[in-house]
């Protein structure tokens, strides 16, 4: 049977607040995957990788930025995200399709040693990725994301565990999360609401306010329920296909480039857990870095610091001489 792949209407995107860039699309698996390209004309590039729920436009503020400094900027939707094509199956939205799915965009744009700023699932994707296609980058940035490393015991408990979490969180309102905001009131929220309110959710995980238009602006993907398999999803993978993830590590332990840690401090998932410095101990490159701790920011710090976020890349990439 053929799988229903629904694509949002383009007027869900007109007029969008601060977002005046051009769409470019490539074909992923017969699907349209959407990306910004902009200052094209710069020898050095940068990727921009976004998680669950946003998009790139998550990255409106860090664009203009990177571009006037010299580099050019890629910052793609993921499928079933922002303006890319959505399967509207939530059983084609597995973290190997979506490793998958990237990795296939990364080989068709055929660009090489690269710079990357992944944060959440970008990172949880993006990462593996590039074990498998090493050359695509030489910097690396990370910000409020995690990759699996887990081995016996741990390996056959935690899945367990987070899937547990959610089921006693039942069917939490959006106020119920942004009251107590863990796992599972995030994956309860997102498998059993009715309606998604994207723009909302990204609200109680910043510590800017944004505008009613901004909000509109992550709500734009998703016009009705049947648009919502990717978002659904997703927290329910989060600690799937852990063969595969121990092996990408693996390969990712070997790769040497240098590698920045920028967590912020409020980020009720990640902050103080220590994922920041799994990356630092597990990859050579990260050694002697300047890694921050990025002041005032919740999980999408984009929002919340996206200047110091862009200023403090485009120093380090000098320091190291990208």
Do not use: C
Not at 5 to 28: E, G, H, K, Q, S
Not at 197 to 210: D, H, M, R, V, W
């Amino acid at each position: 049977m053929e799988q229903q792949i629904l694509r949002t209407p383009d007027n869900a995107f007109l007029n969008l607040a601060d977002y005046p860039f051009n769409a470019n699309y490539l074909n992923v698996d017969g699907m349209r995957m959407h990306y910004l390209d902009e200052g094209s004309y710069n020898e050095k590039t940068i990727f921009l990788l976004h998680g669950q729920p946003s998009w790139s436009y998550l990255y409106r503020h860090m664009i203009p930025v990177l571009v006037d400094a010299g580099y050019r900027v890629i910052a793609p939707d993921l499928i079933g995200f922002g303006k890319s094509d959505k399967p509207a199956s939530s059983d084609t939205h597995t973290y190997a399709n979506h490793v998958r799915w990237m990795g296939q965009f990364v080989e068709q744009l055929n660009i090489k040693n690269a710079a990357a700023f992944m944060q959440d699932w970008g990172g949880m994707i993006g990462l593996r990725v590039l074990a498998q296609q090493p050359e695509w980058l030489d910097r690396l940035v990370v910000a409020n994301t995690a990759l699996a490393e887990m081995k016996g015991l741990e390996k056959f408990i935690v899945p367990k565990v987070l899937k547990l979490l959610a089921t006693m969180a039942g069917k939490p309102s959006l106020d119920t999360f942004a009251n107590k905001i863990n796992y599972g009131n995030w994956a309860g929220y997102f498998k059993h609401a009715k309606q998604l309110e994207i723009g909302k959710i990204i609200q109680t995980l910043t510590t800017t306010p944004l505008s009613h238009e901004e909000m509109q602006a992550y709500d734009a993907p998703f016009p009705s329920p049947e648009f919502y398999a990717a978002p659904r999803k997703m927290p329910t993978i989060v600690a799937s296909e852990l063969n595969d993830v121990n092996a990408d590590w693996a390969k990712l332990k070997q790769w040497d480039k240098p590698v920045l840690t920028l967590f912020s401090d409020q980020d009720p998932f990640l902050a103080g857990q220590g994922y920041d410095l799994k990356f630092q101990n597990n990859f050579s490159g990260a050694q002697d870095q300047p890694h921050m701790t990025i002041a005032n920011a919740s999980h999408f710090l984009q929002e919340d610091q996206s200047k110091q976020l862009a200023d403090t890349m485009i120093h380090w990439l000098e320091q190291t001489q990208y």
